[in-house]
């Protein structure tokens, strides 16, 4: 089971979307997912199309780490159902509910034994081949507690300024926690998110980025996706919304996909840079 946080210092750089573009190509390939919504906001919680009918939220399943069960808490993704009515092809996509519960443990000062929360209770999952845990733009205490969990970290960051300089004190910070707390800790990479090709500025700070990081640098970028608000608006994967530009993105998401799945064994020694 590979565990994946998708993560970023800096707000507002599409790092949701990413979380369900590649739940999207993961619904769509069959592999068995189970997307972890630690963001307060649970803006991933809501694009996934979650009826909930009982189950607890993250935030108090952290908080019962010991004894919580999150396998028996996990909420069905309401892209399940539309997947199945175009494909034959039987898909699990399950998701563990963001709320504002879980902002508790969002605090700078987090002791060790707190940040093992959510490893203590994925260790009692099964049927899942891979884990998106959506983290929220911050370096507290939710974030440590998604890294802990981790095998890989996906950074996701836009082509400006504002965003390279926060991807280049992101991968300072993850190689610090990386020495200190999780010593297997792998970096899969960065994406390049909402990419606009007529952008001078774009351009120019991709290249930045191809000199600063190198082969962790993901393809394909993900240029920006004009219905991408409509889609997310209708809480619907970008595999099944009709139309020549989403059938693009789905593309680029699964090769996205393949590059997260692929890192360990392609970027071993970029990861421990």
Same mark, same amino acid.
């Given at each position: 089971m590979q565990v994946v946080s998708i993560s970023s210092l800096k707000g507002g750089v599409g790092k949701t #979307?990413? /979380?369900?573009?590649?739940?999207? !190509?993961?619904?769509?390939?069959?592999?068995?997912?189970?997307?972890?919504?630690?963001?307060?906001?649970?803006? !991933?919680?809501?694009?996934?199309? =979650?009826?909930?009918?009982?189950? $607890?939220? *993250?935030?108090?399943?952290?908080?019962?780490?010991?004894?919580?069960?999150?396998?028996?808490?996990? *909420?069905?993704?309401?892209? =399940?159902? /539309?997947?199945?009515? %175009? /494909?034959?092809?039987?898909?699990?996509?399950?998701?563990?509910?963001?709320?504002?519960y879980s902002g508790i443990y969002d605090r700078p000062d987090l002791?060790?034994?707190?940040?093992?929360?959510l490893a203590t209770l994925l260790s009692r999952v099964e049927g899942y081949s891979l884990v998106l845990v959506d983290c929220p733009p911050s370096l507290n205490g939710l974030t440590r507690i998604a890294w802990t969990a981790s095998n890989k970290v996906l950074l996701v960051a836009e082509p400006g300024l504002f965003s390279v300089a926060g991807t280049e004190r992101t991968m300072r910070a993850l190689e610090l926690f990386r020495q200190e707390f999780a010593p297997n800790l792998? /970096?899969?990479? $960065? *994406?390049? &998110?909402?990419?606009? #090709?007529?952008? &001078?500025?774009?351009?120019?700070?991709? &290249?930045? +980025?191809? %000199? +600063?990081?190198?082969?962790?640098?993901? #393809?394909?970028? $993900?240029?920006?996706?004009? &219905?991408? %608000?409509? $889609? %997310?608006?209708?809480?619907h994967s970008v595999h099944h919304w009709p139309g020549e530009s989403a059938q693009q993105a789905a593309g680029y998401f699964d090769d996205l996909l393949k590059s997260v799945m692929d890192s360990g064994r392609m970027r071993s020694r970029s990861a421990r840079r």
């Open positions: #979307s990413v /979380t369900l573009g590649l739940a999207s !190509a993961a619904l769509a390939a069959g592999i068995p997912t189970l997307v972890v919504d630690l963001d307060p906001h649970a803006d !991933a919680t809501t694009g996934l199309g =979650v009826r909930p009918s009982g189950q $607890i939220d *993250v935030g108090r399943l952290l908080k019962n780490a010991r004894r919580g069960d999150l396998g028996g808490n996990t *909420v069905p993704s309401g892209w =399940v159902a /539309t997947a199945s009515k %175009q /494909t034959t092809a039987s898909s699990t996509l399950d998701v563990a509910m963001g709320s504002a002791g060790r034994r707190d940040q093992r929360r792998q /970096t899969a990479g $960065i *994406v390049a &998110n909402r990419v606009r #090709s007529t952008s &001078n500025e774009h351009s120019f700070r991709l &290249n930045e +980025m191809k %000199q +600063m990081f190198g082969e962790l640098l993901l #393809s394909p970028t $993900i240029p920006e996706q004009a &219905n991408w %608000q409509q $889609i %997310q608006g209708a809480a």
